[in-house]
């Protein structure tokens, strides 16, 4: 992301960090899960969601030794949580993951453009009932054309933004 075009909370979506976070939000749901089914100890999951941890150089520091980020990051998480890291990514592939993850990412970086989007309509519709007399000169095909006013150009913006939004 450049961030002089990014939204401060959209780039903190993607940073390194936030990203692994939602790492160890899959891992420890699958622990979860894995010991609803009784196909691990509800004891491991409880040391498991008390120490889940990394520390972000840690990781790097191990990527840069054995050239796998997903194996970096589960060999960081499982100092933080010792002998019970064993369960952890237990019957995972990297890919289910790292899909889930990145589905984690996608739904707060979606759900922070429809909060956008939303406040968008609401300065379209008050600016498009200030401005619903105030004539200008319409365009079609880039050259001028009947007059219009801004207002309603403001309007039309606001339907878009509601199709877009829906």
């Known amino acids: 992301m450049i961030a002089r075009y990014t939204l401060p909370e959209m ?53 840069a030794r054995v050239r796998h980020d997903v194996i970096a990051f589960l060999t960081a998480v499982g100092e933080k949580v010792g002998p019970e890291s064993k369960y952890i990514h237990l019957g995972l592939t990297s890919s289910d993951m790292l899909d889930t ?3 984690i990412q996608l739904v707060q970086a979606s759900d922070l453009l429809i909060g956008r989007v939303v406040k968008l309509r609401e300065v379209l519709a008050r600016r498009a009932h200030e401005f619903k007399m105030t004539p200008m000169i319409g365009r079609t095909h880039g050259i001028h054309a009947e007059p219009t ?10 339907d878009e933004m509601g199709r877009d939004l829906a």
């Open 101 to 103: 993850a990145t589905a």
């Open 11 to 63: 780039g903190r979506l993607w940073e390194e960090e936030h990203k692994l976070r939602c790492w160890l939000k899959v891992e420890v749901a699958a622990c979860e899960a894995m010991a609803e089914r009784g196909e691990i100890p509800k004891e491991a999951v409880s040391v498991i969601r008390q120490k889940a941890d990394f520390d972000l150089a840690r990781v790097g520091e191990i990527e």
């Open 149 to 158: 006013t801004f207002g309603l150009k403001l309007a039309l913006w606001y």
